[in-house]
Structure formats: structure tokens, C-alpha cells
T-cell receptor
Framework: EPEVTQTPSHQVTQMGQEVILRCVPISNHLYFYWYRQILGQKVEFLVSFYNNEISEKSEIFDDQFSVERPDGSNFTLKIRSTKLEDSAMYFC?????????????FGSGTRLTVV | AQSVTQPDIHITVSEGASLELRCNYSYGATPYLFWYVQSPGQGLQLLLKYFSGDTLVQGIKGFEAEFKRSQSSFNLRKPSVHWSDAAEYFCAVVLLSGGYQKVTFGTGTKLQVIP
């Protein structure tokens, strides 16, 4: 079954540094998403992306965050100046309507630790 | 707005005992329902999903879930729990219509298995 691939699996960064989390969605999917899970909490929606623009973003997704699809295969989440509270597991997902036929798939996540 | 409720934050069962994890959703439209499992420090693993058809869905690792529209529930069950099933379980829902589709997660149920 096709997979969403995320790299790296674990990243440690110093507070104030920029990080880029990378994702390779399923090739025929059209919609791309980032979710976040702070340790011990539930998975929360960050942003959705379609046709090279943001479709929806949550209040978590402030000016420190940006997303990009730099080429035909990658989908990235950038955090410009990391804060301690950005430490979390970040999940990428992709989908293709109708979801019932083509599915909605999550990657295995990138654990970001800000020190 | 869509929402998912997992009433049990923490459940403890004996190895070999049966298990039922509760999930209720709030939705007016046809939902697409998932159960995910997450081991400590790991990503989300899809256990099973439902979007139509037979209301009893079989998943991996011996899990099954039953969709009950009248009760707005999608409870996860396993007849005999193994120690390796200790993990956190998340119910999730996405609306089956439109283009992009945001997934809403429940708060999770932590399962502890005792010998």
C-alpha cells in the first residue's frame, strides 16, 4: 500500500533556529496536511494545502510556520524561529477525494525536540 | 463542527481479557471513521477504517470496530488482549464530502495491560 514518507524521524534543534520538516505524500494525492501532537496530548490540525496554496490553517499555525511544495513530490513545513513549545511530533498526511476510494494517509511522524 | 469523544482516558485490562474502547462522534453527514494506535514515542498506526458497507469492520492485530449510526458510535473491540496491545488508541473522523478533508481526533485512551 502506498505510504507517506517523513524525514527525519527525529530532529533536535536549538531554540531560535529554523527547522524544515519534510514529507513525500502519496503520488496521486492532491491535498496535503500537517498535524501536530504535543507529548501526552491529542493530535491537532495545523494546516491544509491544495493547488499550491493554504486551504485552511488553525490558530496554532502562526507567522512562524510556513508550508511549501517546492517540487512535484515534496511537501515541507518550516518553523522559522523555534520555541520550546514547538517540541512535538509532527505528522504529514495526504488525501485524494473521494476519500472513500482513494484514502487519507498519515506519515509516521517527525519528533521535533527544541532545546 | 465535527467532534470526537473518547470518554475513557485510561483503561486497564488483564491479559487475555476482552477489550472495548468507546468512541462517539458528532456529525450530520456521512463520516469516515478511523482507529489509530500509538505506542510510546511512535507514530500513528492505522488499525481499521470505516466509510460504508458492513458496519462491523475488521482491522489488524485482531481488532474490530462496529459503526452504530443510531448511537453515533464507533467502538473498538478485541476479544483477547495481549501485553503488546498496551498503547494509546485514537478515534478519528473525517467528513466524506468536499475537497480537502480535515481529520478530527479524539483525546485518546491509554490502555494498560496487566499480567
Amino acid at each position: 500500500e502506498p505510504e507517506v514518507t517523513q524525514t527525519p524521524s527525529h530532529q533536535v534543534t536549538q531554540m531560535g533556529q529554523e527547522v524544515i520538516l519534510r514529507c513525500v505524500p502519496i503520488s496521486n494525492h492532491l491535498y496535503f496536511y500537517w498535524y501536530r501532537q504535543i507529548l501526552g496530548q491529542k493530535v491537532e490540525f495545523l494546516v491544509s494545502f491544495y493547488n499550491n496554496e493554504i486551504s485552511e490553517k488553525s490558530e496554532i499555525f502562526d507567522d512562524q510556520f510556513s508550508v511549501e511544495r517546492p517540487d512535484g513530490s515534496n511537501f515541507t513545513l518550516k518553523i522559522r524561529s523555534t520555541k520550546l513549545e514547538d517540541s512535538a511530533m509532527y505528522f504529514c498526511a495526504s488525501s485524494h477525494p473521494p476519500t472513500a476510494n482513494y484514502g487519507y494517509t498519515f506519515g509516521s511522524g517527525t519528533r521535533l525536540t527544541v532545546v | 463542527a465535527q467532534s470526537v469523544t473518547q470518554p475513557d482516558i485510561h483503561i486497564t485490562v488483564s491479559e487475555g481479557a476482552s477489550l472495548e474502547l468507546r468512541c462517539n462522534y458528532s456529525y450530520g453527514a456521512t463520516p469516515y471513521l478511523f482507529w489509530y494506535v500509538q505506542s510510546p514515542g511512535q507514530g500513528l498506526q492505522l488499525l481499521l477504517k470505516y466509510f460504508s458497507g458492513d458496519t462491523l469492520v475488521q482491522g489488524i492485530k485482531g481488532f474490530e470496530a462496529e459503526f452504530k449510526r443510531s448511537q453515533s458510535s464507533f467502538n473498538l473491540r478485541k476479544p483477547s488482549v495481549h501485553w503488546s496491545d498496551a498503547a494509546e488508541y485514537f478515534c478519528a473522523v473525517v467528513l466524506l464530502s468536499g475537497g480537502y478533508q480535515k481529520v478530527t481526533f479524539g483525546t485518546g485512551t491509554k490502555l494498560q495491560v496487566i499480567p
